[in-house]
């Protein structure tokens, strides 16, 4: 019984670490700094990819997009000389709805975990997606056919299949805290972290590993490929930073979290935005994220550039 | 930033403490002046029973007499009315009978007495008497005394008081060689009555008749059911005529004591006098209706709610707890932190449950979960369209509610018959989230927001099956005005929700 109890903190303890509870983020920070009508911005992929190419972020390319259900039979024709693409829903969320196809030949479909689809499984994929299937609040969505990432083979040790990510928290354009988050084969080659992924919090200043963490518990070795994750270093550190930085000026958005994929040829790349960023990052980085936001209110300088902010960071959080 | 906050805050604390005021204020006032309880049986169970009279003249002058309940420990009177046009109206208190009498009439008569009985439940005593006379023994000849008497001493065999134990006999199934010969062919309560006054009377036990009714919501018509009353111990005690259980049933009226007729007409033939009763629990508010009308301040009263018909305030009894199942609900996300499906289907799912009963509503959630979730999966294979993928869930959940009826029904198995209560479309989409989370997110997270929902549900379901706080809230539903701030108090909740406390745990420096 007193075991039980032991494994909850004292409100009191949370705040002395700084802990971003739910409650607070959505009333002190998105309500406050994420105005409604920024939205769908985010929400709908096909605007962000826009949006991003206007303001120089790398996104992956748009092969094609498919809107009406009339249309999905067009499917054959959009991808005519591919043999790898991705299917996803423009308004999804969570990763929910994303068909990875790794190898295309003569109508069969064959998914990142090696399944193989045919052209009906994929006609019908396409159909649950414009029926609004995965869409945020099941309304009618458009269907995205987008180049696939080939992500960079630092990652390859670290995760099982899937595409990981890093994840940024951009607080008034100064990224505050990140992570990287590693598929497993628990988490079925998804990203997130509530469906088993492995989250690795990453110094905000060099990239580097600092405390990872598995289904809320900590963790130190992937338990797929047995790799060590605190030597995570990932390169590019500083483009991985000014992507997300850019996404405040690009949405406006005060308090955003920026999904970046890294190619192995073409560098970081913008996957998504979203507007109500998680906070199971301060689980992955051991840190509380309501100090460093009240840090950036107080003590951060405004009136910079993207490329500004992000050295600034860079070079107070180096010390 | 933070000074907007504050003054929202405050704002909001200020008119919370203004409801809360206005509301101590009017619970004081619907105590004080109109009566209400904080608990819901004293104010609940009032009767309306109408008798109505009617009779062909003969062209002499009129004469009806009619007796009265009256007012006891058990039932207080409330209202009392009599629509007898034409009529000269007296009471006669002592004998506690209405006498109306008129000129000769031609047309057939109709009168209607109408009372209404608020019911003391607390008071309800054994009456205290002055001893009667000591009954003469029946005249009988030597034959018919000789098998009373043989009766009497098989009645010895029975269980329970003297009283009891020849009711007992008399009663009997199948009845006894000697007991069959005894009793008349043709039985009615009323035979049935004096044959045991007899046998008592040879005992010497002084008894009477007592005529009352069984008060039964939603029985329209009804004839007064014959009860005895047996003088023992200084006390009249009154016993049931077919099970020889003593003392009065429960919702038993007593409309007349003693051997006097029920009803009496001079001047009239082929008199038929007829019982209705209704039982209003809400109508007790009119109670405060006229308690407000005696004290002049009825204004007030003619536009709350407990002037309204009665249909429109078992709605709004109904309506009135929904605000405390939303504050629930509101904690049990935003304080407690449980994720569950949809944001108020908990509270749906316990709205059904009081309709069915706790422990059949879950057997038969349990039952439409597990059905409706294989027959899910086995149509994911399917890979239909979402609209008319959830129309299917919809129209299984249908068939699955009507065959647990059904098969509730031929089985007399009741518990499957409450599966109608359920919302069908609510249970449909349960259906629907959970099979998606389950795909999607695996069988832990979908089988966790299962039975989170279900434990909201629960703790929803204790609070709004309250007898008391379902009372309280409709009686004094200014509470609902507290409720509101209370809620908008909490959306400026920032702190800490109860499960995070477990979440961050780890970000705690040791």
Redesign the interface.
């Known amino acids: 019984m007193f075991k039980w109890l032991k494994s909850f903190a004292c409100p009191k303890e949370l705040a002395a670490a700084g802990v971003l509870g739910m409650n607070r983020r959505n009333f002190d920070v998105i309500s406050k700094y994420n105005k409604r009508c920024l939205y769908p911005l985010v929400d709908d992929k096909v605007k962000t990819k826009e949006l991003a190419n206007k303001v120089g972020i790398n996104t992956p390319g748009l092969i094609g997009k498919i809107e009406y259900q009339h249309e999905a039979k067009n499917i054959l024709d959009i991808i005519k000389g591919r043999s790898e693409f991705v299917i996803k829903p423009a308004q999804g969320s969570g990763g929910k709805g994303v068909l990875v196809i790794k190898d295309y030949h003569d109508e069969i479909f064959v998914t990142a975990s090696g399944r193989e689809l045919s052209y009906n499984e994929v006609y019908q994929h396409i159909s649950n997606i414009l029926s609004g299937l995965y869409s945020l609040g099941g309304k009618y969505d458009t269907a995205i056919i987008e180049e696939l990432v080939h992500f960079s083979n630092i990652f390859k040790d670290y995760s099982y299949q899937g595409v990981p990510d890093v994840r940024v928290i951009v607080y008034k354009g100064f990224p505050a805290m990140a992570m990287t988050r590693l598929p497993t084969k628990a988490s079925g080659g998804r990203a997130n972290l509530h469906q088993g992924a492995i989250g690795v919090g990453l110094d905000i200043s060099t990239g580097k590993a600092l405390h990872g963490v598995c289904r809320d518990v900590p963790i130190s070795v992937q338990p797929d490929t047995g790799a060590d994750l605190m030597k995570i270093e990932v390169p590019f550190w500083r483009e991985h930073l000014i992507i997300g930085a850019l996404a405040y000026e690009m949405t406006g958005l005060g308090y955003l979290g920026a999904d970046i994929v890294l190619d192995a040829n073409r560098g970081p790349m913008m996957l998504e935005l979203n507007a109500r960023p998680g906070l199971a990052i301060q689980i992955a980085n051991g840190i509380g994220l309501k100090n460093r936001l009240q840090e950036i209110d107080n003590t951060y300088p405004s009136g910079l550039t993207a490329e500004q902010r992000v050295d600034f960071v860079l070079q107070k959080r180096a010390k | ?1 933070l000074k907007q ?1 504050f003054s929202v805050r405050k704002i909001l604390s200020i008119f919370l403490l203004l409801s809360i005021a206005y509301a101590v204020y009017c619970i004081y006032y619907k105590v004080e002046y109109w009566g209400f309880h904080f608990a819901p049986r004293q104010n609940a169970d009032v009767w309306s029973i109408e008798a109505h009279i009617s009779f062909d003249p003969t062209g002499e002058p009129i004469k009806v007499s009619l007796t009265t309940p009256r007012d006891n420990d058990a039932f207080k009177i409330l209202e009392e009315n009599v629509i007898a046009e034409g009529y000269r109206i007296r009471k006669n208190k002592a004998s506690s009978r209405l006498i109306l009498s008129s000129e000769a009439k031609s047309e057939p008569q109709n009168i209607y007495y109408k009372i209404q009985l608020f019911d003391n439940i607390d008071t309800r005593g054994k009456v205290r008497a002055s001893a009667p006379e000591e009954p003469q023994a029946p005249v009988f000849d030597e034959q018919k005394m000789a098998a009373a008497k043989q009766l009497l001493q098989l009645a010895q065999k029975q269980e329970g008081d003297t009283v009891s134990q020849i009711i007992r006999l008399l009663n009997e199934e199948p009845l006894q060689p000697a007991v069959q010969s005894y009793l008349p062919v043709k039985l009615n309560q009323q035979i049935m009555v004096e044959i045991i006054t007899d046998l008592l009377a040879i005992k010497k036990i002084p008894s009477r008749t007592a005529r009352g009714f069984r008060l039964q919501e939603s029985k329209k018509s009804l004839t007064p059911d014959l009860m005895i009353e047996a003088y023992i111990d200084g006390l009249w005690k009154i016993y049931d005529i077919k099970t020889g259980k003593k003392g009065l049933p429960d919702n038993f009226i007593l409309f007349q004591r003693g051997g006097q007729s029920l009803i009496d007409v001079e001047g009239g033939e082929n008199s038929v006098i007829r019982f209705s009763v209704l039982k209003s629990i809400t109508s007790s508010m009119k109670l405060a209706g006229k308690r407000a009308k005696i004290s002049d301040q009825e204004q007030l009263y003619e536009y709350s709610i407990y002037n309204l018909p009665l249909a429109q305030q078992n709605t709004l009894k109904w309506l009135s707890i929904f605000p405390l199942a939303i504050l629930i609900i509101v904690l049990m996300r ?1 304080v407690v ?1 449980l994720q569950t499906m949809g944001t108020f289907t908990p509270m749906l799912l316990a709205m059904s449950l009081v309709k069915t009963g706790f422990v059949a509503g879950m057997l038969c959630f349990a039952i439409i979960m597990t059905l409706g979730l294989s027959i899910r999966f086995v149509m994911s294979k399917f ?1 239909l ?3 008319p993928r959830i129309s299917a869930v919809v129209i299984f959940v249908i068939l699955i509610m009507q065959s647990l009826t059904i098969v509730g029904y031929k089985f007399d198995f009741n518990i499957a018959q409450s599966a109608v209560f359920f919302p069908i479309i609510i249970m449909a989409w349960i259906i629907e989230r959970a099979s ?1 989370t389950w795909e ?3 069988a832990l ?1 979908a089988g966790r927001e299962i039975f989170f929902s279900m434990i909201v549900a629960i703790a929803t379901y204790f609070v709004i099956s309250n007898e008391y706080i379902r009372h309280i809230m409709f009686a004094f539903n200014e509470l609902n005005l507290v409720i509101l701030f209370l809620v908008m108090l909490l ?8 499960m ?10 040791k």
């Open positions: 930033m906050i935003n932190g890979n369209l979402l609209v998606i999607e997110d695996g997270n959306g400026t909740y920032t702190g800490y929700r109860l995070e406390l477990k979440r961050f745990r780890p970000l705690v420096k």
